[in-house]
């Protein structure tokens, strides 16, 4: 997994230095004059898809942490009740071994005890009980300690995986913060500057969906930050996600698993509360409000705000609940 995050890593390095570097210089073009404002604008649109695709990455590993701990939860609390049988066995072998002993420990001791006859048959039989309960107990402490076993293998495997998973994380973020911070110095360089709001947007349905869209509304003009999902900030699907739960439905923190679990409709369907997909791998979800629009948190360096549906290419359509 470590080498897979290096690969990714290296792979936004590339993604940087190609952006930076070829993609400025049109062919054609002489080389040592500066870019035009239109030059860069384009190289700040796709650095900022680019980016947006790492950070939904790093979503969605972030959900993948969370599902490792909370696995690893479950598997303490299995624990406690195994550990409680593996003590009680223990003590019912011991209380078995006990109970053999004091009916003469043996078959030998018991027939020269009893001289024959039907005292003597019922005792061996007496011991023939307690040498299958015996066996019996011995065989589930040996269950329940393989059990056991089991468990603290498979939370040694989940705890590993869970650091890998926390390394791979701090190589991504230390890759996002420098695309972020090249990304302000393109828009810098390229003169542009924070939309103003839409401030007529159309007016919300009722019910959930109605819920959702006056939540995002009230986020209107809040900055981007990558990974947040508010009060103060968000990121594209920290936005949906937030507005989602607070009409009551919960929506993981990626867009592109927020795609797998929204019922899929089509363009004439839309309907106010629907979430838009964005790109072909799904790196940007939007709510939509009605009448074309919709509420989205864009990019870095810029605030949530109202567009329109096809501002960029567009995926796919999804409904949250009917």
Partial sequence: MLSSAITRAGRVALIAAVL????????????????????????????????????????????????????????????????????????????LAAAAYRSSGNARAVMIAAGGGSDMVERLLTLDVLARDQHRALEDLAESRARYAAMEREAETLAEKQREQQVELTLRKREIEKEIDRLHHLRLASGERVRPLDLAPPPPPSGLAGDAIRFAYSQLGKPYRWGADGPGSYDCSGLTMAAWERAGARLPHNAARQWRTVRRIGRDDLRPGDLVFYYGGISHVALYVGAGKMIHAPSVGENVRIDAVGYQPVHGYGRVVD
């Fill in 20 to 95: 930076i570097g070829a993609s400025a210089v049109p062919a054609g073009a002489d080389p040592d004059a500066p870019p035009s404002v239109q030059e860069l604008r384009q190289r700040l649109a796709a650095a900022a898809h680019e980016l947006e695709v790492v950070i939904e990455e790093h979503n969605a590993l972030r959900e993948d942490l969370a599902d490792t701990e909370r696995r690893r939860r479950e598997i303490g609390a299995e624990k406690a009740p195994v550990e409680f049988a593996m003590v009680e066995r223990q003590e019912r072998i011991g209380a």
